[in-house]
């Protein structure tokens, strides 16, 4: 039982070891770490793959399609109808880059099937994503209503308000990939640490692409949701004030 409980501490005083950042090279505000390294490999992959696609089924684009043809417009047209139905006019930038942050969000997180640390386990991938639907926000905001968005800041609730959309969503966004990793680390810890009682070895193995799928795709749905909701709520237009009609004078001497 003693040797039981040694083992335990060891590899959990290790965990720390996993879950921080271990960095590359540079110091200070440079400093490069293991999930910055992860995110250009994550945008490399992309490139990539967005080229291989115009290459082969872009530009063999057919009236019958084939099943990739089939998953690519099924993708594209879920993105645009979503931006649509929410920014109306203003689909054809926000489809796209709900697309992109989303396709962002999930490979960095996939990545951690091939025993990289997630692009997203880094503050400053999710606090660059949240300062681009924050610029979103407002700009459409001004292209919508124009002189008129300054009303909005009158008002020192919404200038607070608006301060703390990128920072929830920084926080949410870190947090949920942060704490994703420390339940996977736990399990396998879990299972190395008890594995001579004999718990099955598996478990790790089917536990750990399951959730690792299941979270990406939450979270970049998520992201991509409340970018459009906060977008939305920007460009909305307030309840216009209906004028009331004079009565005639006719009128007003009959009644």
């Not at 995110?39 to 490399?44: E, H, N, P, R, S």
């Not at 099924?74 to 931006?83: N, P, R």
């Not at 962002?104 to 990545?111: A, D, S």
């Not at 001579?196 to 979270?215: D, K, Q, R």
Request: net charge positive.
């Amino acid at each position: 039982m003693q040797q039981f409980n040694s083992q335990l501490l060891i590899d959990f005083t290790a965990l720390g070891e996993k879950i921080f950042p271990k960095f590359i090279f540079g110091e200070g505000l440079f400093a490069v770490n293991d999930s910055v390294i992860s995110g250009f490999i994550v945008v490399a992959v992309i490139l990539l793959a967005a080229l291989i696609m115009r290459l082969t089924i872009i530009r063999k684009w057919k009236t019958t399609p084939t099943g990739g043809q089939m998953f690519l417009e099924w993708l594209v047209c879920t993105f645009d109808k979503q931006a649509e139905d929410s920014t109306e006019n203003y689909a054809s930038f926000m489809g796209p880059y709900t697309f992109g942050a989303a396709a962002y969000i999930c490979c960095g997180v996939l990545v951690e099937l091939f025993g990289l640390r997630p692009a997203m386990a880094d503050v400053g991938a999710c606090l660059s994503l949240a300062l681009c639907t924050f610029l979103f926000i407002h700009t459409l905001g001004f292209v919508k209503k124009k002189h008129r968005r300054l009303l909005h800041y009158l008002n020192p609730i919404n200038i607070i308000t608006d301060i703390a959309v990128p920072v929830s969503m920084t926080v949410r966004l870190f947090g949920s990939i942060l704490s994703g990793m420390v339940i996977m680390e736990l399990v396998y810890i879990v299972v190395e640490a008890i594995w001579f009682v004999g718990l099955p070895l598996i478990i790790p193995a089917l536990v750990s692409p399951l959730f690792t799928l299941f979270h990406a795709f939450i979270q970049a749905y998520v992201f991509a949701s409340l970018t459009l909701m906060f977008v939305q709520e920007a460009i909305e237009e307030g309840p216009k004030k209906q004028k009331k009609k004079k009565k005639k004078r006719g009128e007003e001497i009959a009644a």
